[in-house]
């Protein structure tokens, strides 16, 4: 039951991140060998969060054994993902990297309480999602060479004695944001 409800809430912290990736578009289109070569820079170039080392996470009360670089058990182009549990099993944690902006995540829509702040000298920006998520979980998006590091924080529902989600992913982006890559 509690790994069920674990998928379940990486998912909606997956879907609450990824929400604004832009529209799919199925049709065919031509594309010219020049708009190839001009295009951004590959995934591969990321940074990529699940080399954060186990003893550095469990050290912040993160389980390493629920380590994960999938959401719902696939991936998503443009992104980089990693995802742990809590040690006490009140929430999950996921760290999202792409070549999106902080603006870009202020004008969604299925997000409030924008907050800009800094982590570790870098500006950065806090949010929640709306609706029925918004007492649950906090966000805070920083700054990175090629665009963002979004640090999410979902608690479980369901737990007891659950914390106010801003203070613990405040917690953890700033324990973690020396292995950001140098801006």
Known sequence: ??????????????????????????????????????????????????????????????????????????????????????MDKKFDFSILTSSRTIDDFRKRTDFTDFTPTTVAGRQALQYRPVGASHDYGCSIDVQITGGTADFDLLNRYGADGLAEPCGIVRRLADALAQFLPQN
């Open 1 to 86: 039951m509690m790994r069920r409800l674990g998928a379940i809430t990486l998912a909606v912290v997956a879907g609450l991140a990824l929400a604004g990736c832009g529209k799919s578009d199925t049709s065919t289109t031509a594309v010219s060998e020049k708009s190839v070569a001009t295009s951004a820079a590959p995934a591969a170039a990321q940074w990529d969060p699940c080399t954060i080392s186990d003893a550095s996470v469990s050290g912040l009360a993160l389980d390493p054994s629920t380590k994960t670089d999938k959401v719902a058990g696939t991936t998503f182009d443009g992104w980089k993902v990693c995802s742990w549990g809590s």
